[in-house]
T-cell receptor, first 114, second 115 residues
Framework: AQSVAQPEDQVNVAEGNPLTVKCTYS??????LFWYVQYPNRGLQFLLK??????LVKGSYGFEAEFNKSQTSFHLKKPSALVSDSALYFC????????????FGTGTRLKVLA | EAQVTQNPRYLITVTGKKLTVTCSQN?????MSWYRQDPGLGLRQIYY???????DKGDVPEGYKVSRKEKRNFPLILESPSPNQTSLYFC??????????????FGPGTRLTVL
């Protein structure tokens, strides 16, 4: 079965420190990969995507993600965390199978401490 | 302003009473989709639509119906709601071409409670 795993329910990091939010996937073929962020009482907002090409993808608000095909991972990173980055982060996959189904992870709550 | 709107934002209803949650986008997007968000389960796709009159099931379509008669609208219909459909629902849209394809824009959500 195709799936997306976000192994950490919550990640705590001090302001100014680098952050990583992990995502691994299990799909056949070459998937499209996404990160979304959800602030309290809001809908999700697109952060970045990997379709093809360079394994390091840069997105909004200083976030970046690294695609690792051998480890089937797409971890979200930021060199220096801000308190305002505190939110719920979702990894998503669209299997490249001709359909437009999306599979989301369960989400990781990021808490940046001042 | 580019946006996805959903109505109502909050709804409390009773088991078996048919309801419709509307979704509209003003970006001329071909693709529209419905998701439900539940604690510990993340987002799960209910239905999606590639264009007018083209719809397909997501991972959790049971108990839901959709229609796409106009490009901008994609209503979600619960013909006979049950308590296990209590959830937070999101509508999303995206283009399927150009630089921003696959980047979904999400509505603000509809919190549904079925008693």
């Amino acid at each position: 079965a195709q799936s997306v795993a976000q192994p950490e329910d919550q990640v705590n990091v001090a302001e100014g420190n680098p952050l990583t939010v992990k995502c691994t996937y299990s799909v056949s073929g070459n998937p499209y990969l996404f990160w979304y962020v959800q602030y309290p009482n809001r809908g999700l907002q697109f952060l970045l995507k990997y379709i093809t090409g360079d394994n390091l993808v840069k997105g909004s608000y200083g976030f970046e993600a690294e695609f690792n095909k051998s480890q089937t991972s797409f971890h979200l990173k930021k060199p220096s965390a801000l308190v305002s980055d505190s939110a719920l982060y979702f990894c998503a996959v669209r299997p490249f199978s001709g359909t437009y189904k999306y599979i989301f992870g369960t989400g990781t709550r990021l808490k940046v401490l001042a | 302003e580019a946006q996805v709107t959903q109505n109502p934002r909050y709804l409390i209803t009773v088991t078996g009473k048919k309801l419709t949650v509307t979704c509209s986008q003003n970006m001329n997007h071909e693709y529209m989709s419905w998701y439900r968000q539940d604690p510990g389960l993340g987002l799960r796709q209910i239905y999606y639509s590639m264009n007018v009159e083209v719809t397909d099931k997501g991972d959790v379509p049971e108990g839901y119906k959709v229609s796409r008669k106009e490009k901008r609208n994609f209503p979600l219909i619960l013909e006979s709601p049950s308590p296990n459909q209590t959830s937070l629902y999101f509508c999303a849209s995206s283009s399927i071409g150009g630089d921003s394809y696959n980047e979904q824009f999400f509505g603000p959500g509809t919190r549904l409670t079925v008693l």
